[in-house]
């Protein structure tokens, strides 16, 4: 008690705490990292390659649809499949699938990749029950076989979907996890607004980033980020990411989005739904 009246009243000041924009300004001073030129320079390695989902408006199914990408209708299945279910008896229901076609960025080691899910149960993760993820590694056409959708689910819409390459960023949310230095920097640029460089890096690289369905590249967060980690600590990647979708008739929750991650070593997928 002593020490802190003696400096009250001798004139002397107490240290203030730093704050922690500046201590992002001498982390970021260690690395010479100062202007938003620098941001760019953090933001430019970000870059990925990425796969933008379009959900066509319902349609007729073709006969081959079970081979075609698409939401709703008919999925595919091989001889000795059965129509899958719940633990509890229940037949999910089919959302969608997408084949392989060597350059929508789907992992070389999934052909197909079909989703299924509960929505009376409307798991949110992956320790939820209710959701359910088919990958085929190879597509034999000679064993493919016809099961009819059980009638207890409801007419679903049948939606093809093609594909658009586009470029992918981390947003705001994730930012920190996958390049510290970037969201520091765009921390000190703007302390009132620390997102606004980044955003608008983001967008003058690759225009503006909106929730969508997708392929690769980053996740679009609604909650704030929630990455799931690989065994050594590393982020998974993102496998597919799908919107709540108008033409398809799906949304998750209030406006939401579902999430796939992926380990290519193991081969273990994470489910998680994020909605407002």
């Known amino acids: 008690m002593w020490n802190i009246f003696k400096k009250l009243f001798s004139g002397e000041e107490t240290k203030e705490e730093k704050s922690h924009f500046d201590k992002y300004r001498d982390d970021l001073k260690a690395e010479g990292l100062s202007t938003y030129e620098d941001l760019i320079g953090q933001v430019k390695p970000l870059l990925k390659k990425a796969t933008k989902l379009i959900v066509e408006k319902p349609s007729r199914p073709p006969e081959n649809s079970q081979l075609k990408s698409h939401f709703g209708g008919q999925p595919y299945f091989e001889e000795n499949e059965e129509w899958p279910k719940t633990k509890s008896g229940k037949n999910f229901d089919f959302i969608f699938q997408i084949f392989n076609n060597t350059d929508n960025g789907l992992p070389d080691d999934i052909q197909l990749f079909q989703f299924y899910y509960d929505f009376d149960e409307f798991p949110w993760d992956s320790d939820s029950e209710g959701w359910l993820v088919k990958t085929y590694d190879k597509i034999n056409e000679d064993e493919i076989k016809m099961i009819s959708r059980p009638?207890?689910?409801?007419?679903?819409?049948?939606?093809?979907?093609?594909?658009?390459?586009?470029?992918?960023?981390?947003?705001?949310q994730g930012l920190y996890s996958i390049c510290p230095n970037a969201n520091k920097l765009s921390g000190i640029l703007n302390e009132d607004s620390p997102w606004e460089n980044y955003e608008k890096v983001c967008k003058n690289l690759i225009g503006e980033q909106d929730y969508q369905s997708q392929i690769g590249g980053y996740p679009?967060?609604?909650?704030?980020?929630?990455?799931?980690?690989?065994?050594?600590?590393?982020?998974?990647?993102?496998?597919?990411?799908?919107?709540?979708e108008e033409n398809s008739g799906i949304m998750w929750g209030d406006q939401g989005m579902i999430y796939f991650f992926y380990n290519i070593e193991t081969r273990r997928i994470e489910f998680m739904l994020q909605c407002y």
């Open 151 to 172: 009638t207890e689910l409801e007419k679903s819409k049948y939606c093809e979907l093609t594909f658009e390459p586009i470029v992918s960023l981390p947003d705001w």
């Open 220 to 244: 679009k967060w609604i909650q704030g980020e929630s990455t799931p980690r690989n065994p050594n600590n590393s982020l998974m990647d993102l496998l597919i990411q799908i919107d709540s």
